[in-house]
Every structure is written in C-alpha cells, then in structure tokens.
C-alpha cells in the first residue's frame, strides 16, 4: 500500500511539472496569436523563428556562453575538488567547503547585484565578458560539489599501487585521479552547463553593451504580451535540455562501476 502510495505522490508530481511545459509546447503549434484558445495546427510560430535574426542570434549566445562557462568552471571546479579532498587539516576544509557553498545557498538577486557592484568599482563594462566571469563563479560551487564525493570514495590505494609502478604525477592524475572521477566531473558539467542556460537573475544584474541571453530576452517579451514564437523556442529548448539529459544518463551508465587499469602505466 505505501508503495502504491508513493508511486500516485511521484506520478502527481511529475503531472504538476509537466502540464505548463507540454501545455506551452502544444501551443506553440497553433495558428492563433495566444494561448487562450488552440486553433488548427501550424508550423507558422517556428518559421517566424527562423526568420528572426535578433533571437536566433540570442539564442546562440547563449549556448556559447553555457558552454564555455560550464567547461572553465569544470576545469576550476575539479582542480578546487581535489585541492580541498587533499587538505590535510579538518578544519580548513570545512572552511574551504564553507566559503566554497556560500554562492550555493546566497539568492539569485543577492549574488547579481554583488557582481554588478563587484564590476561597477573594477570598471569592467558589462557585456560578455561579465555575463561570462558571473556564470563560471556560480558554477564552480556546483562542480565541487559533484566532485568531491567521487574523491571521498576513491580507494588511496589505487594512487599508490600507481606510484609503486612508476608513475609520475601526471600519470596518476591523467590515468588513475581522472579517469576515476570522471562521472562526477560529467554531472558537475551537466549541472553548469544547465544552471548557465537558465539563469535570468545573475545575468539581468550583469548584462549590457547589447548582449543578452535567452532568458533576459524572453523576460523582456513577455512583458510585452505572449507571443507564441517564445512557445516555439521554449519546445526547441525543452528539446535540447532532453537531448543533454539523455547524452549524460548514457555517459553516466557507461562510466559506472568503471576502475582506472594502472598495470599499464609503465610500458
């Protein structure tokens, strides 16, 4: 009974999050000019879409900015993994984690209107360049933290057993360190790369200079009244993050339970 239970709690939950988006993607296939009523099926909203160079201009923008944030803050982030895995004193590393979830738990509103002051007195002007340090701030946290459990579970031995064989540091990084954390490193990516995708308030703090992202520009429409080639771009996007979130699960289960060989370390 408590099983039938929890399966109606789980199938309730994923009908509540699930009816705007399929309810967004449905009419982004109707002829009329808003969502108040479906009329006959069209394509008209994804061919205007198409034709409009502003926000397929935005829209790649925005998966470059995602990208290479997600992939600098996973670089930063696995490097500050493993440094505070390796610190030695209990009480500096839960300093390190302290200030390392500070961006995790602080508000949106907080952490943007911080880098804007942050960027205003280094007198950096914002655009790019801004967008981009804000987005791989708030991500390195999440990649530490995707990380570090792969690192706790990580037998010290097999660092060893490598060493013993010859290794040099590099190669217990590159064949041993690395290879094992892998699937964490991945999920730290994954997770940056969508909080990048996403994100509205950090970037409405800092953007200018005539950059903006996706959600700053749909924000900005919206406000102007729904229009249906939101819907359109929304379903493509829905689309992409499926795409990203199947890649990641096949990733994921073709590195579980994977261990590093080290006996060919030393040719």
Same mark, same amino acid.
């Given at each position: 009974?408590?099983?039938?239970?929890?399966? %109606?709690?789980?199938?309730?939950?994923?009908? =509540?999050?699930?009816?705007?988006?399929?309810?967004? #993607?449905?009419?982004?296939?109707?002829?009329?000019?808003?969502?108040? *009523?479906?009329?006959?099926?069209?394509?008209?909203?994804?061919?205007?879409?198409?034709?409009?160079?502003?926000?397929?201009?935005?829209?790649?923008?925005? #998966?470059?900015? +995602?990208?290479?944030?997600?992939? =600098?803050?996973?670089?930063? &982030?696995?490097?500050?993994?493993?440094?505070?895995?390796?610190?030695?004193?209990?009480? *500096?590393?839960?300093?390190?984690? +302290?200030?390392?979830?500070?961006? $995790?738990?602080?508000?949106?509103?907080?952490?943007?209107?911080?880098?804007?002051?942050?960027?205003?007195?280094?007198?950096?002007?914002?655009?790019?360049?801004?967008?981009?340090?804000?987005?791989?701030?708030?991500?390195?946290?999440?990649?530490?933290? !995707?990380? %570090?459990?792969?690192?706790?579970?990580?037998?010290?031995?097999?660092? @060893?057993?490598?060493?013993?064989?010859? +290794?040099?540091?590099?190669?217990?990084?590159?064949?041993?360190?690395?290879?094992?954390?892998?699937?964490?490193?991945?999920?730290? !990516?994954? $997770?940056? %790369?969508?909080?990048?995708? @996403?994100?509205?308030? =950090?970037?409405?703090?800092?953007?200018?200079?005539?950059?903006?992202?996706?959600?700053?520009? #749909?924000?900005?429409?919206?406000?102007? &009244?729904?229009?249906?080639?939101?819907?359109?771009?929304?379903? #493509? $996007?829905? %689309?992409?993050?499926?795409?990203?979130? +199947?890649?990641?699960?096949?990733?994921? *289960?073709?590195?579980? &339970?994977?261990?590093?060989?080290?006996?060919?370390?030393? *040719?």
């Amino acid at each position: 009974m408590k099983k039938l239970g929890s399966k %109606l709690y789980l199938a309730l939950v994923l009908v =509540v999050l699930y009816i705007p988006i399929f309810y967004l #993607i449905v009419y982004s296939f109707s002829s009329g000019k808003n969502m108040d *009523k479906f009329q006959s099926f069209t394509w008209v909203h994804y061919q205007e879409l198409l034709v409009d160079g502003r926000l397929l201009a935005i829209f790649l923008n925005t #998966i470059m900015l +995602a990208l290479l944030s997600s992939l =600098v803050a996973t670089i930063i &982030g696995t490097l500050g993994a493993i440094a505070i895995n390796n610190t030695k004193s209990k009480k *500096k590393r839960a300093s390190l984690l +302290a200030l390392n979830n500070v961006l $995790m738990v602080s508000p949106d509103v907080i952490i943007g209107s911080s880098f804007l002051v942050f960027f205003t007195v280094l007198g950096i002007s914002l655009g790019f360049g801004s967008v981009l340090l804000s987005h791989i701030a708030f991500s390195i946290p999440i990649v530490v933290l !995707m990380v %570090l459990p792969r690192l706790k579970e990580m037998d010290n031995s097999l660092i @060893d057993a490598a060493k013993d064989l010859g +290794a040099n540091s590099w190669q217990v990084y590159s064949k041993v360190l690395i290879p094992y954390i892998s699937p964490g490193i991945l999920a730290g !990516m994954f $997770m940056a %790369l969508t909080y990048s995708l @996403d994100d509205f308030a =950090v970037t409405f703090f800092v953007t200018g200079n005539g950059f903006t992202t996706l959600s700053v520009e #749909i924000y900005s429409r919206a406000r102007q &009244g729904i229009n249906l080639e939101i819907n359109a771009l929304s379903t #493509i $996007m829905f %689309l992409i993050v499926l795409i990203l979130v +199947a890649g990641y699960y096949l990733l994921a *289960k073709r590195h579980k &339970g994977h261990k590093p060989e080290i006996g060919g370390l030393i *040719k």
